[in-house]
């Protein structure tokens, strides 16, 4: 009865939990006020949610976070200077017919990379993404974008092509991406502690040059030139749409790719990404854009209803199996030797499931001896294995070791122990014969 039991808990390797209610993975009805989405948790490497997010898109100025991570990863002093040269004037004059952002910089100013690098990614100035570009691309700028576009590729990106340093320019100019690039670019640069000092900054002082010889403003510092804000609504104190979670990362316009933001947030222990693209272009009743609103709704919905968790329990066996030789037990319990990090909403479902079992193990059998792998789903998904560990160990019987070693052996003893009991009733028989023999008188 207990092999026969054994057997069976071996057979059911699959244990399953269910968590108290709740909502899904599927946000509330109206979170979700744009084309493409990619909704991700950092510290489970888990994508929460997703939306059109392999379409191909306008990138905007989401490009600029590649500008900026380039030369964040170019070991440049960010204290060197360059002098922004003429050969693009044309750029600039470009960059002002099409309406698009600028931080004032101007042909001929002499300025630091750290003030391009800020210029670039909290105004979201197209100028200065064009002079970054030209400085790496030592004056080819076509050098460069196969930069972006390298880089791109080693980060995975697989719809992905640059053309531009700053987006202004689109899909008809061949510049485009996805939602999914966009993300694991932007997974790239949260991983840079350089570029997200600049972009969880709210404003920055440019410095004066030779150009912008006097401050803008009486409240400014001194040295500074005049002042450059962040575009970035959810960082600031001040705004309705405020998120103290938010850090960064990237915002992007133009007609064509909608309203988008790249962000990252960080509460309750827990870091996340998050990429919108293509929201609506005319703006929310309370003046701000989708694209912002869906941020804060899905983040706000992800905070609550998701939570990470290890599993599985490395206290509950997972398994059994049959143990050979062992006097105490016919059987030895699996455990989980270490636990994966996973995300769980309030109602998710969890499998561990035992995979690759020994049928039976042999005595002696040691505590924390591997014996299988465990594989994790959760909701159905597949997150992981864990190896499998035998939970107590299993003496070798002496008796039951031989009795199986000799089993095959036993017709042949048995034969054997016949004749040799033959043979001794014989000789006995012979023996009494030969003494009643003798016994007889003469």
């Known amino acids: 009865m207990k092999r026969f039991l054994a057997l069976a808990l071996t057979l059911a390797?699959?244990?399953?939990?269910?968590?108290?209610?709740?909502?899904?993975?599927?946000?509330?009805?109206?979170?979700?006020n744009a084309e493409a989405v990619v909704l991700y948790n950092v510290d489970t490497d888990t994508v929460v949610y997703e939306k059109n997010a392999h379409e191909e898109r306008a990138a905007a100025s989401l490009t600029k976070m590649m500008t900026g991570l380039l030369l964040a990863e170019s070991g440049e002093d960010l204290s060197q200077t360059f002098t922004i040269p003429e050969g693009l004037a044309a750029e600039f004059d470009r960059i002002q017919a099409e309406n698009g952002s600028d931080a004032d910089l101007k042909i001929g100013e002499t300025v630091t990379l750290e003030s391009l690098l800020y210029a670039c990614l909290l105004p979201s100035g197209n100028d200065a993404a064009s002079a970054i570009a030209y400085y790496?691309?030592?004056?080819d700028m076509q050098a460069f974008f196969d930069k972006m576009n390298a880089r791109a590729a080693e980060l995975g990106c697989e719809n992905t092509n640059f053309t531009c340093a700053h987006g202004l320019y689109g899909l008809e100019y061949g510049n485009h991406s996805t939602?999914?690039?966009?993300?694991?670019?932007?997974?790239?640069?949260?991983?840079?502690?350089?570029?997200?000092?600049?972009?969880?900054?709210?404003g920055y002082w440019m410095p004066l040059t030779n150009l912008h010889t006097e401050a803008k403003s009486a409240d400014a510092p001194a040295g500074a030139a005049y002042y450059v804000g962040t575009t970035n609504v959810m960082q600031l104190p001040d705004q309705a749409l405020y998120r103290p979670?938010?850090?960064?990362?990237?915002t992007g316009f133009t007609d064509e790719a909608g309203r988008c933001f790249a962000s990252s947030a960080e509460s309750g222990g827990m870091t996340w990404l998050m990429v919108v693209m293509g929201a609506p272009i005319q703006l929310a009743e309370d003046g701000f854009?989708?694209?912002?609103?869906?941020?804060?709704?899905?983040?706000?919905?992800?905070?609550?209803?998701?939570?990470?968790?290890?599993?599985?329990?490395?206290?509950?066996?997972?398994?059994?199996v049959p143990v050979k030789w062992c006097a105490e037990s016919e059987t030895v319990s699996l455990y989980a030797a270490s636990t994966l990090t996973t995300?769980?909403?309030?109602?998710?479902?969890?499998?561990?499931?035992?995979?690759?079992?020994?049928?039976?193990l042999e005595a002696p059998v040691e505590a924390g001896q591997a014996a299988g792998r465990a594989a994790v789903y959760v909701d159905g998904e597949r997150v992981g294995t864990v190896e499998l560990v035998t939970g107590s160990a299993c003496r070798r019987s002496g008796w039951l070791y031989y009795k199986e070693q000799l089993a095959p052996f036993a017709p042949v003893l048995i034969g054997a122990a016949v004749l040799l009991a033959l043979a001794v009733l014989l000789a006995a028989a012979r023996s009494a014969k030969r003494r009643k023999k003798a016994a007889r008188p003469r």
């Not at 995300?343 to 039976?360: G, K, N």
Request: net charge negative; proline share 6%.
């Open 136 to 139: 790496l691309g030592n004056g």
């Open 179 to 202: 939602a999914w690039d966009m993300f694991l670019i932007a997974r790239a640069f949260r991983e840079n502690d350089l570029l997200m000092e600049v972009v969880t900054q709210t």
């Open 13 to 32: 390797v699959s244990l399953t939990m269910a968590f108290s209610a709740a909502a899904g993975w599927e946000p509330p009805e109206g979170a979700v």
């Open 289 to 320: 854009n989708y694209a912002f609103h869906t941020t804060a709704d899905l983040y706000d919905w992800a905070l609550v209803n998701f939570w990470p968790v290890e599993l599985p329990n490395t206290e509950t066996p997972v398994a059994s």
């Open 245 to 250: 979670y938010i850090r960064g990362i990237k």
């Open 343 to 360: 995300l769980q909403c309030a109602d998710s479902t969890v499998e561990v499931v035992a995979e690759e079992l020994p049928q039976t």
